[in-house]
């Protein structure tokens, strides 16, 4: 029987996750191999180069580009302030001279006899990356970052928006098929990460943005309250950066989709601990999932490492990822070998499955991923 390797999708109560953290630029790194770190450890820093400005001095002074040095009270690598006088002309018979002031705080980077500009480097910004997780640093690369390791539960989801935040788990349904409604919303869940079931309505979106609630994971989400509660839409690159204080994870897709019983019950035994939450989601060439990471501070015996993919055989549990399967739930029973021609009129290769729901389905290997559960 033939198998193939196809992207995943981790379920799992123990696993050892790694995660890279690493400066954009060249930087310092505050963390040796081994050190014990919590999800807010910094372990690198860098310095980027302030934006560049520039002063227009002949243009304001009134002279000729090649004088402003004439003018100009200070030279290349001079600290300058916003509001210092920084050039000035005599005045002559019944005409005043002129003064200038800068508009930027920085140090003057060059003096153009050319252009009649003064370019000004503002001060460089601080960039800080944190260990994101608990965990410890299994390695150094100088001067670029660390690579943190952790072991502990992880789910990984189909799709999310927002950035990395860390907080408490909290179950806010009864069962994976309830929708996560306003009124499950508590006045102390400020901080918290709460679990959903098949879904989150607008009204709750809102109200967990302003009560301080930094994260929801649950089973699907419908596209337009996403839209209205973003503002935009969303495109087809990575999502992550939006400028929103809540971080949302859904496990299965869009609509109203109950949350898998393996997923919900994993999340149900992290309840009460801290856990790491991540939207960040790329679906093309380099695939990001959103997750929730929960390390755990005391497991024994050997764990899997979490891959990003795996082999598919019969009896693989599988996730499908188009329509007009898509978020259901099944297992492999079939791998033909030869091709078979789909709507589109490609040949693919394909799979055959028991999905959860009764039904035999056969589907292209490419529109499902595997779900790695332990």
């Not at 005045?91 to 003096?111: A, N, P, Q, R």
Request: charged fraction near 20%; charge should be negative; hydrophobic fraction near 45%.
């Amino acid at each position: 029987m033939g198998s193939a390797y196809t992207p995943g999708l981790t379920v799992s109560k123990d696993v050892v996750v790694q995660r890279v953290r690493r400066l954009p630029i060249k930087g310092d790194v505050l963390v040796a191999a081994g050190d014990p770190v919590k999800h807010d450890t910094v372990v690198a820093r860098a310095l980027l180069p302030g934006p560049l400005q520039t002063i227009k001095l002949a243009e304001k002074l009134g002279v000729e580009a090649k004088d402003v040095r004439q003018f100009f009270q200070l030279k290349e690598g001079d600290a300058v302030e916003k509001g210092q006088l920084v050039a000035k002309t005599k005045g002559w018979l019944i005409f005043k001279g002129h003064e200038l002031t800068s508009d930027y705080t920085g140090v003057v980077e060059s003096i153009s006899e050319i252009t009649g500009h003064v370019l000004v480097r503002e001060p460089s910004i601080p960039v800080e990356i944190a260990a994101y997780v608990d965990g410890r640093v299994s390695s150094v690369m100088v001067g670029e970052g660390a690579l943190i390791e952790t072991r502990g539960a992880m789910v990984q989801g189909i799709f999310g928006v927002g950035g990395e935040r860390n907080g408490t788990v909290r179950v806010a349904v009864t069962g994976q098929g309830e929708v996560l409604d306003a009124a499950a919303i508590r006045a102390d869940d400020a901080g918290k990460i709460l679990i959903g079931g098949s879904g989150v309505t607008y009204e709750a979106l809102q109200k967990a943005n302003e009560s301080g609630v930094i994260g929801i994971v649950t089973g699907a989400v419908r596209d337009v309250d996403l839209i209205k509660f973003l503002g935009f839409d969303i495109g087809v690159a990575i999502t992550g950066q939006e400028p929103i204080n809540l971080t949302l994870v859904a496990t299965e897709g869009f609509g109203v989709l109950p949350m898998a019983e393996r997923t919900f019950n994993l999340l149900k035994t992290i309840e009460g601990k801290t856990a790491s939450l991540n939207g960040a989601t790329q679906i093309r060439a380099g695939v990001i999932r959103p997750e929730v990471i929960c390390p755990m501070e005391s497991v024994a015996g050997e764990a899997q490492v979490a891959a990003s993919g795996g082999t598919l055989d019969i009896g693989t549990p599988i996730r499908v990822i188009r329509e007009p399967y898509f978020g259901l739930l099944g297992k492999v029973t079939g791998l033909p070998p030869q091709l078979l021609t789909v709507e589109s009129g490609a040949e693919v290769r394909v799979l055959e499955a028991k999905l959860d729901d009764g039904r035999d389905v056969t589907v292209p290997r490419a529109n499902v991923e595997i779900i790695a559960a332990s």
